[in-house]
């Protein structure tokens, strides 16, 4: 079964500062993925995306992103964070088969200091 | 407007109560679906609907039974509430084909 990790559970860092955020999906074939945001006691909001073309993904709010296959990643950077990205982030995996569903990381906790 | 609404955002209810959740989705879309999210944040998906019929049943308990009466609803009946039922319920609508998911506001469903 296709599956999501991300390495890093909780992340703090200080205003500024650089953001990567590592996640790894297992399945080898052609591959959907996503990164979405959830502010505290809000819902899921989609960050970027990538299905196809060109592996550096731009999203919104400054975030980007890298798809490098030979490695099953998709790592997520900000050059400089702020206090209002203080967030859960999720990486997810569409589902290779038929079913439309998307498979979830565990989510990292980003927590930037002022 | 809102793309996918759910109701109610919050509910607090007894063990044993059965209780349900609403969906609705004005985007045209054909396929839905409810995911929980538990108290360490893990979404997992239950169920998916497309076009009304179920496609997706994510070893949920039957106490959990969802019901579409037309393909812009979707709805979660959970019977016999349990403490480990208390967790954050989100619907979520896509199209067939396109790129995109909208996910709903959530219902924060505490069990107690």
């Known amino acids: 079964a296709q599956s999501v990790s991300q390495h890093n559970h909780h992340v703090i860092l200080s205003e500024a500062a650089s953001l990567e955020l590592g996640c790894n999906y297992s399945?080898?074939?052609?591959?959907?993925l996503f990164w979405y945001v959830q502010y505290p006691g809000q819902h899921l909001q989609l960050l970027l995306k990538?299905?196809?073309?060109?592996?550096l993904v731009k999203g919104i709010k400054g975030f980007e992103a890298e798809f490098i296959k030979s490695k099953f990643s998709f790592n997520l950077r900000k050059p400089s964070v702020q206090w209002s990205d203080t967030a859960e982030y999720f990486c997810a995996v569409k589902d290779a088969g038929n079913t439309g569903k998307l498979i979830f990381g565990q989510g990292t906790t980003l927590q930037v200091k002022p | 407007d809102t793309a996918v609404s759910q109701t109610p955002k919050y509910l607090v209810t007894q063990m044993g109560n059965d209780k349900s959740i609403k969906c609705e989705q004005n985007l045209g879309h054909d396929t839905m679906y409810w995911y929980k999210q538990d108290s360490k944040k893990f979404l997992k998906i239950m169920f998916s609907y497309n076009n009304k019929e179920l496609i997706i049943n994510e070893t949920v308990p039957n106490r959990f039974s969802p019901k579409s009466p037309d393909k812009a609803h979707l709805n979660l009946h959970i019977n016999s509430l349990e403490l480990g039922d208390s967790a954050v319920y989100f619907c979520?609508?896509?199209?067939?084909?396109?790129?995109?998911?909208?996910f709903g506001s959530g219902t924060r469903l505490t069990v107690v």
């Open positions: 979520a609508s896509s199209l067939e084909g396109a790129r995109g998911y909208t």
């Open positions: 399945y080898g074939g052609t591959v959907n």
């Open positions: 990538y299905f196809s073309g060109d592996p």
